[in-house]
């Protein structure tokens, strides 16, 4: 089994990426705050990871040539829920799904009032699969100050309307991890997470002719497919849009650094080797990404593809530059992000690498 392991850095000069609405109790009604962790040493600014992951999957369906976005179907005001097909649908494999089938008193009922459905793929039993990639929440790297603006709708003569909101200048960081060998391999075990094909999606499978693992209980894409799907993934990390109150804080969610490799097992190998200096500013602490290529070595499988965007953070370019021409092994490659990306997404397929996806 492999894993993509990976670190974002997202740069918020003035910014509003993630809010929780009205603030309960604020002296004006119209307040709108961000949402923050609040510790005794301030408050971090953060960005939840359905947020984030919400970003990716309409990036990946609106930028991403060839993406297939699974359609959204509803039942009554409160449940709705993917096609949760993920031999068809690109983010139900990668991003996992939920799904119970309707009564079967009501589902004639349902399908006649909503022609949503109409088109679904039919559940006969609970199917659930755990998200391959999985994300934390992106957080400030530094206790951030969080300012006030207040505005005024005023084009109207009379009874101008005061409003208020939150945001705030920082550095978000996250880290992310993608299992291979799960992407485009559908479980049948009988167990929550797992049972992520009924006897529907295994009649499509067999249809499809998907190759079928019996020892795993599982049906699997043929390579070629598995690894489209994730270099779509990576694509659309590549070309990153989203956020809130983009109107009036416009930022660039797509990363200003990043690091990632392929490693043998899903612990994270990168989640400490950026944090704040004496300044409370970003900066890759060399001596913890040493010990942790060194220590892991025999588990790092790829190079390190490193993402930095020229202008951001260029002293500390200027350091890790000098550290990668005196590191060896692993190789460290160093490009603009979308170039790591595509640097990355380029040897996915190649046939030697193809272990990665085993």
Known sequence: MAFVTGLTLIDAPASAL?????????????????????????????VSAQAFRYWLRTTAQARVEGWRA??????????????????????DDLFGYMRAPAKK??????????ASQLNETETLEPITRISPFRVSTLV????????????????????????????YRTTLRGIYS???????TFSYRNKAGYRNLDGVRIDIAKKERLEHLEDEKAYRLPLNERVRRVQGLFDGLALLEGGAKQTIHYTDVSPALSILAITR????????????????????????????????????????????VRGYLDEERKKFEAFIA????PSILIHHPRDAYRQFVADLALPENANWLA
């Open 178 to 184: 993608l299992d291979l060998h799960a992407c485009g």
């Open 70 to 91: 699974a359609p959204i179907h509803y039942k009554g005001n409160n449940v709705a829920y993917t096609d949760s097909n993920p031999i068809e649908w690109w983010d």
């Open 105 to 114: 008193q009501a589902v004639k009922e349902e399908r006649s009032a909503n």
């Open 140 to 167: 400030s790297i530094a206790p951030a100050f969080i300012t006030d603006d207040f505005g005024v709708m005023a084009r109207q003569e009379e009874y101008p309307v005061l409003h208020r909101h939150q945001f």
């Open 326 to 329: 005196d590191f060896s092994t």
């Open 18 to 46: 993630n809010n929780l609405g009205n603030i309960v109790g604020e002296r004006d009604e119209n307040t709108v705050g961000v949402k923050m962790i609040k510790t005794r040493e301030g408050y971090y600014p953060y």
């Open 265 to 308: 097992d899903g612990n994270h190998i990168f989640g400490h080797v950026v944090g704040p200096n004496t300044k409370e500013l970003p900066e890759i602490k060399l001596q913890a990404l040493r010990e942790a290529l060194t220590t892991m070595s025999n588990d790092i499988l790829s190079p390190v593809y490193v993402g930095w």
